[in-house]
């Protein structure tokens, strides 16, 4: 029921029908691509019976097993990596006198925010291109870091958002009582950071998880992860195969958003 | 014990530019209790967090028995704080809290833990040792804040107004408790508050800072009676101030004129004469007296009635408002009613003649 006073949107025109709309098509297509991942038959358009088949082909698929792994085990470095320059930067732009310069050290944290991906993912071909020349190098460490830079920002922003919220006070308490800066950092700070640390490390997995542009450029023959082989796999001929991975994957994201949406609240 | 001399910070530059503490000197003895009073703003907290390690000085220098503070990072100054806050480690429990300090120094498990022990008796929280600091009231916080702190052992401690949080009874209590475990402990305490009752009740020394400078220093009695501004007077308790005329002047004795021709002794201003200044005089000092016999006479204009006395609101004839507090007790001759005309009056050698 709206208040007896002051402003409400939903008392404005069109405001639910508008709401309605942008909510269906928000969600619509993803629904149907679950329901999809159930059919019996072989087509994506046309429902022939529930079935849990595709799921049962893409869990015995060889090419999909190792590309979950592959994606699990990228998105895993990444976010420890990015998440460790994250507390690093983190604290580097929260527990220092402002200083001239600020803010741009802050958008150079963000860049990968702002960059468009592609202009990164060509950068990142062409340079590790060289070095692949140079070393001879050519196995998955460079998606690690191509992924740990752009997860960085992902991971700064819900740590930074913490150290701020923090009380100062705690920390000087302890440097009163003679705690010398490392201590307080790992007696004080940290106890009261690891909610943001684990929500900036999920949020990482989730987003280098679901990489395409970038992974697409950087990756050598033989190294999909999952979503680089779904997309191969649409070019050729398209199964609900592709709709129950990309169920799970949904799940995994979801589940690890709404995780990080709890853990982010912790109090302590 | 703790010197600090010719203590300024600015913060900011140019417009922005604010003077916090203003050629700050001050010399504070061992063992004692020393306040630093004023209004909010007045750089009294600046100057604790100067002593502390928070606040790195514009200019001036701090030296603790000979020692420069100054070159030490707080974690290295044996001095500790309770802050207004209390500061407490969310994370850590009651007994946690208040061994913090012995860990950080090092000290073996066994002193820790006798320590702690002594302390949490000290503060009377034994029971509640491993509670988390968040189920405790605020009473019981503001004892762990300073077990905490007193629990190393330090040469000097510095609170920040640690009572403003409790409630009136409560802080009664702890000014009292407060008071005793500084005479027991013969640690130096630097007290900050704004409560001017809290100040005259505990401390030894009373420093009174207004706008970044210390305006007075000295004993609750000294700034009481004998405050030497009309910021002090007027901050301190409440005040009179009459317009006078200074005839003459001799050492702390001076001959006053009040501006109904009245001539009165009063306690001289270091070395100022002549030309118009202010007499200060404490309500309870002065009396209600008939007209006639008065200093100076007007009309009684309202009488307030707290309990223990009664505040008399004199509007004077040159247009001062003049107060005057009278105990009750049950034999009092009740001998004024609102809108009578009637005098004041106030021995000689009360008065405090102030510069402006």
Redesign the interface.
């Known amino acids: 029921m709206a208040r007896a006073t002051g402003f409400d949107i939903r008392r404005q025109y069109g405001f639910t029908t508008i709401a309605a709309i942008c909510f269906i098509s928000l969600y619509l297509p993803v629904i149907l691509l679950v329901v999809y991942s159930f059919n019996a038959g072989s087509s994506v358009a046309i429902w022939e019976g529930f079935s849990l088949r595709w799921y049962a082909s893409a869990w015995a698929n060889e090419q999909v097993q190792e590309a979950t792994v592959r994606s699990l085990i990228i998105a895993f470095w990444a976010a420890l990596i990015s998440t460790s320059a994250a507390v690093l930067a983190a604290l580097a732009t929260t527990r220092v006198r402002p200083y001239r310069g600020y803010s741009a050290v802050f958008a150079t944290i963000n860049q990968p925010l702002m960059v468009p991906e592609i202009v990164t993912a060509v950068a990142l071909l062409i340079f590790f291109a060289g070095i692949k020349v140079q070393t001879g190098y050519t196995g998955l460490g460079y998606l690690v870091i191509a992924h740990s830079a752009f997860c960085i920002p992902f991971a700064y922003l819900p740590i930074r958002a913490r150290l701020q919220g923090m009380?100062l006070?705690?920390e000087?308490?302890?440097?009163?009582?003679?705690?010398?800066?490392f201590?307080v950092f790992r007696?004080?700070t940290l106890?009261?950071l690891w909610p943001g640390i684990l929500a900036g490390a999920m949020l990482a997995f989730v987003i280098s998880l679901d990489d395409v542009v970038i992974t697409e450029f950087v990756k050598s023959a033989g190294q999909d992860t999952l979503p680089t082989y779904m997309l191969g796999q649409l070019r050729r001929v398209v199964t609900p195969e592709v709709n129950a991975i990309s169920t799970v994957l949904l799940g995994i994201s979801v589940t690890m958003v709404i995780a990080f949406f709890f853990v982010s609240r912790i109090r302590? | 014990m703790i010197e600090i001399s010719g203590v300024s910070k600015t913060y900011g530059t140019g417009k922005s530019r604010f003077l916090a503490l203003d050629d700050v000197s001050v010399t504070i003895a061992q063992n004692e209790f020393f306040t630093l009073l004023g209004p909010s703003g007045c750089g009294k907290t600046t100057l604790l967090r100067v002593i502390a390690g928070f606040v790195d000085p514009t200019a001036g220098s701090v030296t603790m028995e000979g020692q420069d503070l100054l070159r030490s990072p707080p974690h290295h100054r044996p001095v500790n704080t309770v802050f207004q806050s209390y500061a407490l480690f969310p994370h850590l429990t009651v007994r946690q809290n208040i061994s913090f300090g012995l860990e950080m120094l090092g000290k073996p498990k066994d002193e820790i833990a006798q320590t702690v022990g002594e302390m949490m008796a000290l503060v009377q929280m034994e029971q509640m040792a491993d509670r988390e600091t968040s189920q405790i009231s605020g009473g019981q916080q503001q004892r762990v804040a300073l077990a905490r702190a007193l629990a190393p052992k330090p040469k000097v401690l510095l609170l920040d107004e640690p009572l403003s949080a409790l409630d009136f009874k409560l802080r009664k209590e702890m000014q009292i408790e407060l008071k005793r475990l500084q005479t027991e402990t013969g640690i130096t305490f630097v007290f900050v508050t704004h409560d001017q009752e809290e100040a005259l009740t505990m401390s030894d020394r009373i420093a009174v800072m207004n706008a970044g400078s210390i305006r007075q220093i000295g004993s609750p009695r000294d700034i009481y009676d004998h405050p030497a501004e009309r910021f002090v007077a007027d901050f301190i308790g409440d005040t009179n101030f009459l317009p006078v005329e200074v005839l003459s002047s001799e050492g702390t004795e001076a001959q006053v004129r009040l501006g109904s021709g009245q001539r009165i002794a009063a306690r001289a201003g270091d070395g100022r004469e002549g030309g118009g200044v202010t007499l200060a005089v404490r309500p309870e000092h002065a009396r209600i007296v008939p007209e006639a016999e008065g200093l100076a006479a007007g009309r009684l204009s309202n009488l307030v009635y707290f309990g223990t006395d009664t505040h008399y609101h004199v509007d004077l004839d040159d247009g001062t408002r003049f107060v005057v507090r009278a105990q009750n007790n049950p034999d009092m001759f009740q001998h004024a009613a609102q809108g009578d005309r009637v005098g004041i009056a106030f021995p000689g050698g009360v008065g405090q003649v102030l510069r402006d």
Request: aromatic fraction near 6%.
């Open positions: 009380d006070t705690l000087q308490a302890a440097s009163d009582l003679y705690a010398s800066p201590q007696r004080i106890p009261q302590k």
